[in-house]
């Protein structure tokens, strides 16, 4: 009797054991470089909790990724189990349902709301309360300037962004100063930070919460942006190298004919490994002109629906997003801004960096980050976008003047919104 | 005994009639095999698309039968209209300088290099099978407003003493002004399709017997004469092939003013093409029943467009009647 009971045992537990083996789960992460480089540092610490998940990383190249991730949902098939977004394409991703709503139970991901930086939660959620991914990383907005060539000209960093009329003012200071040198790539780039400023609290950056198109000749944001941009172009300031990462854009930079540029803290990372190497320590950062803060991208961690892992794939979202030492771990690997706010408390947050001439530019990034204000986000972001651009190169151009521009554009976002 | 040899005789009988009614359709599936799934289906499904609002990234169970919507969508949207019409500029900004350059120069190269024509031809025909990105970065590099070599070149023109006044003092924005966007690219377009039309003249000059010219030197023809009067006609089968594929590929021209423009279409939309235009209703706008519309309705226009051109130089066509 005792030796079968034994034998019964012995069975069972090697039964249990076979089963424990056999609910080890794969899951594949679909991402992007550098991101891919934060899921390999991340692995070994995750498998330390959760030895039982394996993870798979499966990386694309920026534009390739987010194409197979839309033929991968619009077909049901073949998306990874936790899929990287960056920001410029969470309102394509919004739309439909193929992406998992992290609101909903068992993620509840509203519990961490007041864990992350104010405005990216915000940032991920549709119209209708759909949250399609959790935030990793923030690019709050700066205003790099060459200190060499502000010194040239005995203009101050605080004269640049005290407003943006003073911006232009001292800016043709500087360009007089340094010939052949452009205060900034595009005088779009203005208009851009400007038409992400000071929306009142429900409105995007386009439409409100009603969905009532923003877009008109008499919505000061809109003529104050359109405004400001073509002073800049007139004046003659701005190299008008289209947008970042253009052939023209990236020569400028390299040529070292450029005197200031806005963008997310992460371009420091793309200057010191290859834009602007030869101006290391001639680089300063300072806050966005007129008191202005703005978000450069971000990326966040989402569900597609099609996962058949989406307990594993969200622990391990958990992990990446709202483990600060995973976060701490990313921003050193990387030197993505981390979204979550208790990781921004790390002692590396005090140290200067050095591309930066040793400047102490994290903590100026970190009170930037604070206080972006959230925009709501709307399907029809990106047709809006696209028209407002159209009609602000035109403005530039000379081709038309402000209203018209406007009402034109108008027009044809009223004409999508159906 | 008899019975046992008939019985692989039938079986080789009744393999030869499967193999004889049959091995001709397996011979050839693999074509039809390839055709229907990446010829056939994507048509059809495109045209079912077309009736249809969907969003890529919401999965093949979201999409919502819309009727004509699309069309109209279309026939009403300013910057459809907007980019058929740099779509026909284009075209024949690029189009009508392509023939008129391969054409005499084929005949040149035909009748004047007989021992370098394949070195010559191939040396005409390599932008065709440059890769685009290679291309968009030796055009950068001469467009660039500040950078470029074209601007360069005009600057030292400029400053040379006595015809300096001739050229521009200020640098010229070659892809940033509106008046320069369309000649930009279509000078592009036109490099790198003259070696293909070369090519497809060439050999078409090849097919007229030498014979017939012969006896026009005799008669005292020169070569201009013969040019006119001999190649000409002789050639018009070639000139409607060649228009033709011109006409279909100018107005299907995406890859060019995409890569010089940045994908943004250029200064005032001058460079946004049709396809242009349908690529970022799909991929930006994520409407891809409207985008499935305008392919219908930029093929409608070309179809017009072809039978317009197999009027002119078709054999059925005016040309043929004389």
């Given at each position: 009797?005792?030796r ?24 594949t ?31 694309l ?21 936790v ?37 990216t ?8 309360g759909?949250?399609?991914?959790m ?26 962004n ?32 400007i ?25 000061a944001r ?8 073509k002073?800049i172009r ?16 990236t ?30 320590g001639?680089?300063g ?21 099609q ?18 030492a ?6 050193k690997?990387t ?31 970190r ?8 925009i ?33 554009a ?9 | ?9 039938q079986?080789s ?27 056939l ?34 026939l ?26 391969a054409?005499?120069?084929?005949f ?8 370098v ?5 191939a ?20 467009f ?6 074209l601007?360069a ?20 924005n070659?892809?940033?002004e ?23 003249y ?10 017939i ?8 023809a ?25 006409l ?7 890859e060019e ?7 943004s ?37 070309i ?20």
């Amino acid at each position: 009797m005792q030796r079968t009971r034994a034998l019964v045992l012995a069975v069972s537990s090697a039964l249990l054991l076979g089963a424990a083996q056999a609910q080890k789960t794969t899951i594949t992460v679909g991402v992007f470089p550098d991101l891919d480089s934060v899921i390999k540092a991340a692995i070994p610490g995750f498998n330390k909790l959760y030895p039982n998940v394996e993870v798979k990383i499966s990386s694309l190249a920026y534009a390739d990724h987010h194409n197979a991730l839309t033929t991968a949902l619009s077909t049901g098939k073949g998306a990874g189990d936790v899929v990287a977004i960056d920001f410029g394409f969470v309102a394509k991703f919004a739309e439909g349902n193929g992406m998992t709503d992290l609101n909903k139970a068992p993620f509840n991901a509203g519990q961490f709301k007041s864990r992350f930086v104010g405005y990216t939660f915000p940032q991920a959620t549709t119209q209708d309360g759909r949250m399609v991914g959790m935030p990793t990383d923030v690019g709050p907005g700066s205003m790099f300037y060459r200190t060499d060539l502000l010194a040239k000209a005995k203009v101050t960093p605080a004269q640049l962004n005290a407003s943006w009329e003073s911006y232009i003012a001292n800016g043709k200071k500087v360009v007089t100063a340094n010939p052949g040198v452009f205060l900034i790539p595009d005088a779009s780039e203005a208009a851009q930070i400007i038409l992400r400023t000071g929306l009142k609290s429900g409105e995007g950056m386009y439409f409100d919460k009603s969905n009532k198109v923003l877009v008109s000749p008499t919505n000061a944001r809109f003529v104050r942006a359109f405004t400001v941009a073509k002073q800049i172009r007139d004046a003659k300031l701005d190299a008008r190298a289209g947008a970042a990462f253009s052939p023209e854009w990236t020569t400028a930079f390299q040529k070292g004919n450029l005197a200031t540029e806005f963008s997310g803290a992460w371009l420091v990372g793309h200057m010191q490994n290859w834009l602007a190497k030869d101006y290391a320590g001639k680089w300063g950062a300072q806050n966005l002109p007129g008191n202005s803060f703005a978000s450069y991208g971000g990326s966040f961690w989402g569900i597609p629906t099609q996962s058949q892992n989406k307990d594993a794939a969200w622990n391990f979202i958990k992990y990446l997003t709202t483990n600060p030492a995973q976060q701490v771990l990313a921003f050193k690997t990387t030197g993505a801004f981390p979204a979550l706010k208790a990781a921004q408390n790390d002692p590396i947050f005090n140290q200067g960096v050095e591309y930066l001439g040793n400047q102490k530019t994290r903590l100026l990034w970190r009170s930037a980050a604070a206080k972006i204000q959230p925009i709501d986000v709307n399907r029809l972001d990106p047709v809006a976008e696209q028209i407002v651009n159209d009609a602000l190169s035109e403005v530039l151009n000379g081709t038309k003047d402000i209203p018209t521009a406007l009402a034109q554009a108008q027009q044809l976002v009223e004409r999508r919104a159906r | 005994m008899t019975a046992t040899p008939s019985i692989p005789q039938q079986v080789s009988s009744g393999w030869d009639k499967f193999q004889r009614r049959y091995a001709p359709y397996i011979f050839i599936s693999p074509f039809f095999l390839l055709f229907f799934a990446f010829s056939l289906f994507p048509i059809l499904f495109n045209a079912y698309l077309s009736v249809h609002n969907w969003q890529p990234g919401s999965g093949l169970g979201d999409m919502k039968f819309v009727g004509l919507r699309n069309f109209s969508d279309n026939l009403t949207d300013p910057t459809f209209w907007q980019s058929l019409r740099n779509t026909a500029i284009l075209a024949v900004e690029s189009g009508v300088p392509q023939h008129l350059i391969a054409l005499p120069l084929a005949f040149a190269i035909h009748m004047g290099l007989k021992r370098v024509q394949s070195l010559v031809t191939a040396v005409y025909f390599l932008p065709y099978i440059t890769s685009v990105v290679a291309i968009s970065v030796v055009f950068f590099t001469l467009f660039s407003w500040q950078y470029g070599a074209l601007n360069a070149g005009l600057n030292a023109l400029h400053n040379l003493p006595l015809i300096g006044g001739l050229f521009p003092a200020e640098k010229i924005n070659w892809l940033g002004e509106v008046q320069y966007v369309q000649p930009a690219i279509a000078m592009v377009v036109v490099w790198r399709y003259v070696g293909w039309n070369v090519l497809l003249y060439l050999a078409g000059l090849q097919a007229i017997p030498s014979d017939i010219y012969e006896a026009a030197s005799i008669d005292g023809a020169t070569r201009a004469q013969q040019f006119r009067f001999i190649t000409l006609p002789l050639l018009r089968p070639t000139i409607f092939l060649a228009v033709t594929l011109t006409l279909i590929g100018g107005f299907q021209l995406f890859e060019e003013p995409f890569v010089l423009t940045n994908g943004s279409g250029g200064t005032g939309q001058q460079g946004l093409t049709t396809i242009m235009y349908m690529f970022r209703t799909y991929n930006s706008y994520s409407d891809a029943g409207v985008a499935a519309a305008m392919s219908w309705l930029l093929f409608a226009v070309i179809g017009i467009l072809s039978l317009i051109n197999n009027r002119i130089f078709g054999r059925s066509g005016l040309a043929g009647k004389d």
